[in-house]
């Protein structure tokens, strides 16, 4: 049995997975080790999501990645209820939300472990990590009490 086949038979084939550009390859990286990155500007010294060559705010290219607080809150958000694709049928409905993490970026993710009617804007939430393949890690974010 080949490598791809064990991961087929393991997991969820036809759920869509992120194909990351070169950029953002560290950001997927550590959430592979459970951790959220974001770059810092060494000129401007401000975060900025999505990762990108350079600053967000200011164009430089002297970045480097950090670790994130994790902690963030609940912009904005949506629940989905229909089935866009088939290998979400058993999850819907699900939160899909802008978070305003501390650090100033705002990622697009999910909200879980709370009811979807429950969830609102403003909620405080941090990053949880759900490892769908041995490949792929998905930062999530769950509600906290603070922070
Ligand atoms: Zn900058």
Not at 15 to 20: G, K, L, W
Not at 38 to 63: I, N, T, V, Y
């Amino acid at each position: 049995m080949s490598a791809t086949e064990q991961n087929t038979a393991r997991r969820e084939p036809s759920r869509p997975a992120p194909n990351p550009p070169l950029e953002s390859r560290p950001f997927w990286n550590a959430a592979r080790e459970h951790r959220l990155v974001l770059p810092r500007c060494e000129a401007c010294g401000q975060c900025w999501f999505p990762p990108s060559s350079r600053c967000g705010h200011c164009l430089s290219d002297c970045m480097h990645w950090e670790d994130a607080s994790g902690h963030g809150k609940v912009f904005s958000f949506v629940v989905v209820y229909r089935v866009y694709h088939p290998a979400f049928a058993n999850e819907v409905p699900y939160v899909v939300a802008v978070v305003e993490l501390a650090e100033g970026p705002r990622l697009l993710s999910n909200i879980v472990g709370i009811a979807p009617d429950k969830v609102r804007c403003g909620m405080p939430v941090k990053v949880v990590f759900e490892d769908v393949s041995d490949d792929c890690t998905l930062p999530k974010f769950a509600v906290s009490s603070g922070g």
